[in-house]
């Protein structure tokens, strides 16, 4: 199995530019998670979708944000216009289900995001 | 609000040592506690814990969880420079499926 896959790995774009990150989860996985992460905060949940749904966005930081997951297979969170306070690293995860063993969750190598 | 706190946020040992990372967290309708290794990226998966005083273990790491007093440790025994990462905890409530995570233990073992 390749994993979650993310892409860009790295991206730099200037203030004001629209940037958008892709994920692919695991084949199976019927939970998509997007999180930040950056050093003053550490990692923390931006949104979650269960079977293509979203279910809780209550981290989504303001409107400039927005993610879509319009198929089991692909996600993407699009930041408009971009500003140099969203420079982290952005990471999808995904998660079989949600009781015992399946609520772990498996994380893509992440996207590092500068805004200039 | 719910929170994980992790202490300390860094630690400086030497091979061979052993270490001992504490979380602790304050989270409603709590349901699992998880630890992950994070090195160069993606965080990794270690532990999930649902139940007190059960000791889960794997080679060197160990890691139990105190549901009275809140909180989670985990060991490493004989320290290598390979354990040299981010240590990760993550409470799971049973409201959603979303992980709150604690900050981080940043993990230095020199050889």
């Known amino acids: 199995d390749a994993g979650v896959i993310q892409s860009p790995r790295h991206e730099v774009t200037e203030m004001g530019q629209e940037v958008t990150l892709r994920c692919k989860p695991i084949?199976?996985?019927?939970?998509l998670f997007w999180y930040r992460q950056t050093m003053m905060r550490g990692l923390e949940l931006l949104i979650y979708?269960?079977?293509?749904?979203?279910?809780?966005d209550s981290g989504m930081p303001e409107d400039r944000f927005s993610a879509k997951m319009p198929n089991a297979s692909f996600s993407t969170l699009k930041i408009q216009p971009s500003e140099p306070r969203d420079s982290a690293v952005y990471f999808c995860?995904?998660?079989?289900?949600?009781?015992?063993?399946?609520?772990?969750?498996?994380f893509g190598s992440g996207t590092q995001l500068s805004v200039l | 609000e719910d929170k994980v706190v992790q202490s300390p946020l860094s630690l400086v040992v030497h091979e061979g040592d052993t270490v001992t990372l504490n979380c602790s967290y304050e989270?409603?309708?709590?349901?699992?506690l998880l630890w992950y290794k994070q090195e160069k990226k993606a965080p990794t998966f270690l532990f999930m814990l649902?139940?007190?005083?059960i000791e889960k273990k794997s080679g060197r790491l160990s890691s139990i969880l105190d549901k009275k007093e809140l909180f989670s440790i985990l060991n490493i025994t004989a320290t290598q420079t390979g354990d040299s990462a981010v240590y990760l905890c993550?409470?799971?409530?049973?409201?959603?499926?979303?992980?709150?995570f604690g900050k981080g233990i940043t993990l230095s073992v020199r050889p």
């Open positions: 995860a995904s998660s079989l289900g949600e009781d015992g063993p399946n609520e772990k969750l498996f």
């Open positions: 084949s199976g996985h019927d939970y």
């Open positions: 979708f269960n079977n293509n749904v979203p279910i809780d």
């Open positions: 989270v409603t309708n709590f349901r699992s």
């Open positions: 649902t139940s007190s005083g």
């Open positions: 993550a409470s799971r409530t049973g409201a959603n499926s979303k992980l709150t």
